[in-house]
């Protein structure tokens, strides 16, 4: 049991005592822990200095973590300890994040990444015990967060508005769908200016209500930039029901 050094009861870990208290514990204060087997008081250690209880398999000293052996590591950078192995992670010192080896040299870094919260929930990502999902662009979320966004069909960051996976496949569906899909005639000539979320290009393109393609990567994850265009005249013509602009 943590004697917590804020309010001075025992909890068997600090999440119990955050759900019951007003207020956090910090764990790198607790200094005493009661054995619950022979009731002892003592300084935090792995092994009851009485009765000889292992408190837990995993002890750190730092975070006065207890807790069955998950080949758990403490990160100094992250100031945490993290579910292991450690050689399977290395810390990115300008992300601030322990991150999976592969991830090495192949990820986008977003200087303190961790320590924003998850933009879907607003909760803390560094020391959640969900596990974060890297986007592309460099961005975090929780993997549950980014689940839940999958399911319901969006495929961009929240925060930036890139593809949030390689959506190439679906790209080359989405050509074969407007190939087949011909606008009415009226439309066929019409352009429209557009600004590619995934490559920050602007650039004029055919307009079609299925979807506009970037001519600059082929994504069509694009946000329209003014009205209809046609070729023949490169004038610009207002959407119905917008009012005309007075002398």
Same mark, same amino acid.
């Given at each position: 049991m943590l004697n917590a050094p804020c309010c001075g009861k025992l909890y068997v870990c600090r999440l119990?005592? #955050?759900?019951?208290?007003?207020?956090?514990m910090d764990r790198f204060k607790v200094r005493e822990v009661q054995c619950s087997k022979c009731n002892t008081l003592q300084q935090a250690q792995k092994t009851c200095q009485q009765c000889q209880l292992q408190f837990g398999e995993y002890y750190?000293?730092?975070?006065?973590?207890? #807790?069955?052996?998950?080949?758990?590591?403490?990160?100094?950078? +992250?100031?945490?300890?993290?579910?292991?192995? &450690?050689?399977?992670?290395?810390? @990115?010192d300008k992300c601030n994040l322990c991150l999976a080896q592969d =991830?090495?040299?192949?990820?986008? @870094?977003?200087?303190?990444?961790?320590?924003?919260? +998850?933009?879907?929930?607003?909760?803390?990502?560094? %020391? &959640?015990?969900?596990?974060?999902?890297? =986007?592309?662009?460099g961005h975090l =979320?929780?993997?549950?967060?980014?689940? #839940?966004?999958?399911?319901?069909g969006v495929h961009r960051c929240p925060l930036c508005m890139r593809s949030?996976?390689?959506l190439d496949y679906h790209w080359n569906l989405l050509d074969k769908e407007i190939s087949q899909t011909p606008m009415? &005639?009226?439309?066929? #000539?019409?352009?429209?200016?557009?600004?590619?979320?995934d490559c920050? %290009?602007? +650039?004029?393109?055919?307009?079609?209500?299925? /979807? =506009?393609?970037?001519? /600059? @990567?082929? &994504?069509?994850? %694009?946000?329209q930039d003014g009205g209809l265009m046609w070729q023949q005249e490169g004038q610009n013509l207002q959407d119905e029901g917008e009012p005309e602009q007075q002398d």
């Open positions: 119990c005592h #955050d759900a019951q208290e007003n207020h956090p750190c000293d730092i975070c006065h973590l207890f #807790d069955k052996d998950k080949k758990q590591y403490h990160c100094q950078p +992250c100031g945490i300890c993290r579910i292991g192995p &450690s050689e399977k992670y290395f810390h @990115c =991830l090495r040299g192949n990820h986008r @870094c977003v200087e303190n990444v961790s320590r924003q919260n +998850c933009p879907v929930c607003m909760e803390d990502i560094h %020391t &959640s015990r969900i596990g974060a999902h890297v =986007l592309p662009c =979320l929780h993997k549950t967060c980014f689940d #839940d966004m999958v399911k319901t949030a996976w390689n009415p &005639s009226e439309y066929q #000539d019409a352009t429209v200016q557009v600004i590619c979320h920050q %290009t602007h +650039c004029t393109v055919p307009f079609h209500v299925l /979807g =506009l393609k970037c001519t /600059g @990567c082929g &994504s069509y994850n %694009t946000a």
